[in-house]
């Protein structure tokens, strides 16, 4: 009779021991989860405070030009911005990798992870395809003419576990109304 009792006893402990296991087995995954949100969550924060950055450094750097044809790659801090004009419009465009540097245009082994996109036009004919009617994309009579300025900021691929790619980080848009004054002072300059 001894034996049975003994058998009955190592049936449950066995019960208990594989129970407990997988109890620990589901507590560690959903502390594996919690710790790829935390990690996410602080590379989410981290590109936030990157892409601000590089976002209101464009947007300064565009306002600072006396004229929009001034517009250069070479104003652009730091350097590996992409510059393409299309009429009075134009179009930045500068990449990083994972860790925020810059990815020189003409690299081609380097994969970019960020990309800062800016885009300067006259009023009415900007990306956001709004048209105001009040400039339709001409100068005033005055010599004067509003542009918009737009500036977005993307993670080109998901976080850790996340499945959408493409994730807009930052978008600025604001406007800058280009003088006469300012348009003979630049060609001063």
């Not at 620990?24 to 996410?40: C, E, T, W």
């Not at 850790?160 to 003979?184: D, M, N, S």
Request: glycine share 6%; aromatic share 8%.
């Amino acid at each position: 009779m001894p034996s049975t009792n003994v058998g009955r006893r190592s049936t449950f402990a066995l019960a208990e021991m594989i129970l407990s296991v997988a109890v620990l087995v589901i507590l560690a995954g959903f502390s594996v989860l919690m710790f790829i949100s935390a990690k996410n969550n602080n590379a989410k924060s981290y590109d936030m405070y990157k892409a601000m950055s590089h976002a209101i450094n464009v947007v300064e750097t565009i306002k600072a030009l006396p004229h929009p044809g001034l517009l250069s790659e070479q104003d652009f801090d730091p350097k590996g911005a992409v510059l393409s004009r299309n009429g009075d419009a134009a179009a930045v465009c500068i990449y990083f990798d994972e860790t925020w540097a810059v990815i020189p245009p003409d690299s081609s082994q380097a994969q970019p992870c960020y990309s800062v996109q800016a885009e300067l036009a006259p009023r009415g004919t900007a990306a956001t395809g709004t048209d105001t009617g009040t400039n339709s994309g001409s100068y005033k009579k005055d010599g004067s003419c509003t542009y918009t300025i737009s500036v977005r900021v993307l993670r080109l691929f998901p976080y850790t576990l996340e499945k959408h790619g493409q994730e807009e980080i930052v978008f600025i848009e604001t406007l800058k109304c280009y003088t006469p004054y300012a348009r003979t002072e630049g060609a001063i300059r």
